[in-house]
């Protein structure tokens, strides 16, 4: 754990605290570092950084810091910080406002393969109200040739076979698309959410 001194300079912390409380709708001055939801974290170890400490940056306005840490890009949101936490913080729904946050300033995503990932699902579940496997899985292997051409699609492809049999054989791969039934009401919220970022 780094033991760098930190100076807290409120009008300096207080904009981005500001901003991440209002667009994640958590409280992050509830906060009082009890760590439960470090213990917890199933990713904080390739991360390097724990939710937790990742609170701490914002609190202390070192936006820099809490825009570029690998929890923001390796968080899975299985929201195990959230229920071990005795305020109810949600750790996801703060590394997914700062991922929006990176996104809109145009910064270099740490891990390109998770923000591919996050823009084609985003894209397919706006489109249908509910996320299209191959809506999806389309979306993201063009993101990849373009980055990498086709070797990459190729490649990742190859990774994913195993687990991409094992989860058509549970039935949780579906060829078809099918949108629910209200989707413009699923369009005007995220409209709304892009209004506000
Ligand atoms: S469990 Fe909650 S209060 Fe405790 S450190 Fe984590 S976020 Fe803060
Ligand atoms: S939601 Fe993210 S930050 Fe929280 S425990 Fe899961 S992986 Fe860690």
Redesign the pocket.
């Known amino acids: 754990m780094s033991t760098e001194t930190v100076k807290f300079e409120p009008e300096y912390a207080q904009p981005l605290l500001q901003e991440i409380m209002d667009r994640s709708g958590q409280n992050l001055l509830a906060?009082?570092?009890?760590?439960?939801?470090a213990a917890g974290c199933p990713v904080s170890d390739e991360a390097g950084v724990t939710?937790?400490r990742l609170?701490r940056m914002i609190v202390f306005g070192q936006k820099e810091e809490a825009l570029k840490n690998f929890l923001v890009w390796r968080c899975v949101a299985c929201y195990t910080?959230g229920e071990?936490?005795?305020?109810n913080?949600q750790t996801a729904r703060i590394t997914e406002t700062l991922k929006q946050i990176s996104k809109k300033a145009n910064l270099e995503p740490l891990v390109p393969k998770v923000a591919a990932f996050h823009d084609s699902f985003l894209k397919s579940a706006t489109n249908n109200g509910r996320l299209s496997e191959m809506e999806f899985m389309i979306l993201l292997l063009k993101k990849i040739k373009n980055a990498g051409g086709w070797s990459a699609v190729i490649a990742e492809m190859k990774s994913q076979s195993k687990l991409g049999k094992a989860l058509y054989k549970k039935k949780r791969i579906h060829f078809g698309s099918e949108k629910v039934k209200n989707l413009s009401e699923i369009k005007k919220l995220v409209k709304k959410a892009e209004a506000f970022s």
């Open positions: 906060c009082y570092q009890c760590r439960r939801c939710p937790d609170i910080c071990r936490c005795p305020n913080i």
